[in-house]
């Protein structure tokens, strides 16, 4: 069972920044397609970000060119650096790994934004 620890959520002023940290508990392989997620109140879980093995990423509409995802196979991390936030990016943020076609989740962890 593939287990994913997410960290570095918090309560920042808009305009600010944060940098989330997803540790994934054993190894992440070439074929593992990461991602970061995210549900506020009251709305569906909606896609953030993701990267593949070799790199290519994708991103939600709303958050092109203010957040960037990374990986760092040998350490299992996978981050999210979120730039330039918005009250809107309120929510709590979700880890996921996609690996064949088994599919975990984070427990999540909270962002607020404050105007």
């Known amino acids: 069972q593939v287990q994913l620890v997410e960290s570095g959520g918090g309560l920042v002023q808009a305009g600010g920044s944060l940098r989330l940290s997803c540790a994934v508990s054993?190894?992440?392989?070439?074929?593992?397609?990461m991602g970061w997620y995210r549900q506020a109140p009251g709305k569906e879980r909606e896609l953030v970000a993701t990267?593949?093995?070799?790199?290519?990423?994708n991103y939600g509409d709303s958050v092109k060119g203010r957040f960037t995802i990374s990986r760092e196979n040998a350490k299992s991390l996978v981050y999210l650096q979120m730039n330039s936030l918005k009250p809107d990016d309120t929510a709590v943020y979700y880890c996921?790994?996609?690996?064949?076609?088994?599919?975990?989740w984070g427990q999540g962890t909270q962002v607020t934004v404050s105007s």
């Open positions: 996921n790994i996609r690996r064949w076609s088994d599919s975990y």
């Open positions: 054993g190894s992440i392989f070439s074929i593992d397609v």
């Open positions: 990267i593949t093995g070799g790199g290519s990423t």
